[in-house]
């Protein structure tokens, strides 16, 4: 299933309409060139899951944490080099999903694929100029 959205606040939405459905415990994985509106898409979905912090780009601290009835972690990967599985553990990233009350999110999660369990949910998106095209296989778009 895909959906394309033609700006920002558009991918906001998107983000803020599944936030809403989630239950806790879900991996969610985004993949996409740099731009392509995957930080866009969280905010969206901190907001559905009613978190009111700003939500920014965790690019050069690998995580940030966001805590409401269910606690959002969000990760982006890019920066992440060869010795990232250490780094993983020393996020403490393995002890946080799969829990009940967690979402944990996931930019650039391509890079750490073969670590991420088979529930894993993935959304890709592509850029093209102001459209987004967004891709998933787990929810209705
Ligand atoms: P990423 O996290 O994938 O690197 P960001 O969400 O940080 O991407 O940045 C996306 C940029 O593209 C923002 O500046 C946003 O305003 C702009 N943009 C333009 N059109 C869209 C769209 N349809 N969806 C999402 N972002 C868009
Ligand atoms: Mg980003």
């Known amino acids: 299933m895909d959906i394309i959205t033609k700006d920002a ?5 998107l983000g803020q309409k599944i936030g809403s459905t989630l239950k806790g415990g879900e991996i969610i994985a985004l ?6 509106g995957k930080t866009t898409f969280v905010q969206g979905l901190a907001q559905g899951l009613g978190i009111m912090d700003r939500l920014t780009s965790p690019t050069f601290i ?6 409401g009835e269910l606690n959002l972690y969000h ?14 553990r020393n996020l403490g990233l ?8 967690n979402v944990v999110v996931i930019e650039w999660a391509e890079k750490i ?5 088979e529930s894993t949910i993935w959304i890709d ?13 787990s929810f209705e778009l």
Do not use: C, H, V
């Open 75 to 88: 990760l982006d990967m890019y920066r992440l080099e060869n010795n990232f599985w250490e780094e993983i």
């Open 125 to 137: 998106f592509i850029q093209k100029e102001d459209e987004r095209i967004i891709t998933t296989d």
């Open 62 to 67: 690998l995580m940030r944490e966001y805590y």
């Open 9 to 13: 606040e558009s991918t906001q939405r």
């Open 113 to 117: 694929k073969e670590f991420l369990p």
């Open 94 to 101: 393995t002890d946080l999903w799969g829990k009940a009350g």
């Open 31 to 36: 993949t996409g060139n740099l731009g392509a």
